[in-house]
T-cell receptor, first 115, second 115 residues
């Protein structure tokens, strides 16, 4: 198993550009999520999905869109990038939607800079 | 709303000394508590978790944590620090019921181990 994979590893955008961060898992996990990590802020939940076709907002969803058309993939879209979205983005997944007991498996992260 | 507070954004210990990383939670319902570790330029991985049952939880790499309801704490300890323990550590909380699809992270504590 490759686990949770994220592409790209690094990305530089200009303000106003759009892009999609890719996340895939090959463990048949039901739950997937996106976090952003900023210095001194820990990880903050952006969006999550409890199954194909089902998504919901987390703590900091503004400026981001998600969809989940398959169990394996959970892309994160930045519609119009802003400097405030400069961050490291992590995708995570777990076998079931029982986040309160299941282990979250994290991808290696995407480091995004918006100029 | 649930939250976790990690006391000390940076902790330094000598190799062989006790490691103590502090975490306090705020929750109106029984919490589920986690410690994750992040090595440089990597994603997070689970160290240990408390769901129900025994309040002293043992994890990987010699770490353990004790759930103390009276003190609303879940401090992480290791008797003897090793150079390889240098990393950032995150406490996280979840709970059952409405909104239980979210994991809330603390801001993290960076552990340095001095030779």
């Amino acid at each position: 198993n490759a686990g949770v994979t994220q592409t790209p590893k690094f990305q530089v955008l200009k303000t106003g550009q759009s892009m999609t961060l890719q996340c895939a898992q090959d463990m048949n996990h039901e739950y997937m999520s996106w976090y952003r990590q900023d210095p001194g802020m820990g990880l903050r939940l952006i969006h999550y999905s409890v199954g194909a076709g089902i998504t919901d907002q987390g703590e900091v969803p503004n400026g981001y869109n998600v969809s989940r058309s398959t169990t394996e993939d959970f892309p994160l879209r930045l519609l119009s990038a802003a400097p405030s979205q400069t961050s490291v983005y992590f995708c995570a997944s777990s076998y079931s939607i029982r986040v309160n007991t299941d282990t979250q498996y994290f991808g290696p992260g995407t480091r995004l800079t918006v100029l | 709303a649930q939250s976790v507070t990690q006391l000390g954004s940076h902790v330094s210990v000598s190799e062989g000394a006790l490691v103590l990383l502090r975490c306090n939670y705020s929750s109106s319902v029984p919490p589920y508590l986690f410690w994750y570790v992040q090595y440089p330029n990597q994603g997070l991985q689970l160290l240990l978790k408390y769901t129900t049952g025994a309040t002293l939880v043992k994890g990987i790499n010699g770490f353990e944590a004790e759930f103390k309801k009276s003190e609303t704490s879940f401090h992480l300890t290791k008797p003897s620090a090793h150079m390889s323990d240098a990393a950032e550590y995150f406490c996280a909380v979840s709970y059952s019921g409405a909104g239980s699809y979210q994991l809330t992270f603390g801001k993290g504590t960076k552990l340095s181990v001095i030779p």
